[in-house]
Structure formats: structure tokens, C-alpha cells
């Protein structure tokens, strides 16, 4: 494989999906790197100066489509579920309230329960999702994100499936949380 560094200096998307289609990419594992961004994006955004320095959602959504094509193609064990769930734990919430929170901070969607028994949760305005339309569920990473933090609320390990995408048609994407035993 080889190390490439990319700057995209054009605004023309099919340029950029052409360098990271046709490319290799070595990735470190650099935990303070992970736990400096996600303790950023803990962090409220209260004034507009810090949302311009975010990375606008279009480009992150191209990012993950290109990643989650190379994985089938791949045929790589390493999924977004997994680096969902590696984030969610990183976030390391206490309670429902603080991964709520930091879904609405980050205008990931409305994160809402939609039913206790089982437990499901409901993202109402996925961020990822909107203008999207696939045959199946492609919130991998939220899923991942939610079965971390849930293993830090519940202190249990988790599985989280998206039963429903609003990528899909569906109202809302839904996450079915349970416990493994």
C-alpha cells in the first residue's frame, strides 16, 4: 500500500471521488488524535465562527460513500459499524440525554426512543440519509455509534441493526438496541 496524503483543491466532486476511488490509504491508530476530535465535537458550537470550521455535511457524506464502497470491494472485515462503534465509545456517555445531545449538537438528526420494549430508537432528519436513496439500510456508522455509547450507558455489550433508513423511503431511520447475553 502507499501513504497519500490528499488535498482536494478543486471543487469539481468527480475529481475527488476519483483520487480516493483510485487510491490506497494507511490508516494509524492514533487514540489521542480520536479522543482530541471527539472531545471537539462534545464541545456546543454557540456561535457560527466554529461551524464554518466544521467539514460541510455534502463532503462527509461523499467520504462515506466512497469508504463503504471500498469495503465491499475489499471484502473487508473492518466496517463503519465498527468505526461507528469505536466512536461511540469515545464518546463515553453517562446517559440517553448526552448521546441525544450530541446528536442534536452535531445535526446528526433527532434522536428520539420510539419504543422501550424492545428498546428502538429513532433519528428523525438524519443528516446522512436526507436526499439519499438506496435498497437497503446504509446507516452503518450511526448504528456502530449507537451500540458504543449504548455499551457505556448500559455497561453491557450491545448490538444495535437499523431496521428502517430514511435512504430507504422510511420516516425516520430506527435503530433496535439489544443486549447480548
Known amino acids: 500500500m502507499k501513504n497519500m496524503r490528499v488535498e482536494l483543491k478543486t ?10 476511488s483510485e487510491s490506497e490509504f494507511i490508516i494509524t491508530d492514533d487514540s489521542k488524535l480520536i ?16 461551524k464554518k470550521k466544521l467539514i460541510p455535511l455534502d463532503l462527509f457524506k461523499a467520504i462515506v460513500l466512497i469508504m463503504m464502497k471500498k469495503i465491499k470491494e475489499l471484502d473487508s472485515e473492518i466496517t463503519l459499524y465498527d ?10 456517555p453517562k446517559r440517553y440525554s448526552d448521546l441525544k445531545k450530541f ?21 428523525e432528519n438524519c443528516s446522512f440519509c436526507e436526499d439519499l436513496s438506496f435498497e437497503e439500510p ?14 457505556c450507558i448500559l455497561k453491557k455489550p450491545v448490538v444495535v441493526d437499523e431496521i ?14 439489544e443486549v447480548v447475553k
Open 164 to 177: 428502517k433508513c430514511m435512504a430507504r423511503g422510511d420516516d425516520a431511520c430506527y435503530f433496535k438496541v
Open 11 to 20: 471543487k469539481d466532486m468527480k475529481e475527488f471521488y476519483k483520487i480516493f
Open 35 to 50: 479522543n482530541e476530535t471527539v472531545n471537539y465535537l462534545k464541545k456546543k458550537y454557540k456561535n457560527s465562527t466554529t
Open 103 to 123: 446528536f442534536k449538537e452535531n445535526n446528526l438528526g433527532t434522536l428520539k426512543v420510539d419504543s422501550r420494549k424492545p428498546l428502538v430508537l429513532k433519528v
Open 83 to 92: 468505526i461507528g462503534y469505536e466512536f461511540g465509545k469515545h464518546l463515553n
Open 138 to 151: 446504509i446507516c452503518y456508522f450511526d448504528a456502530g455509534l449507537i451500540a458504543g455509547a449504548y455499551e
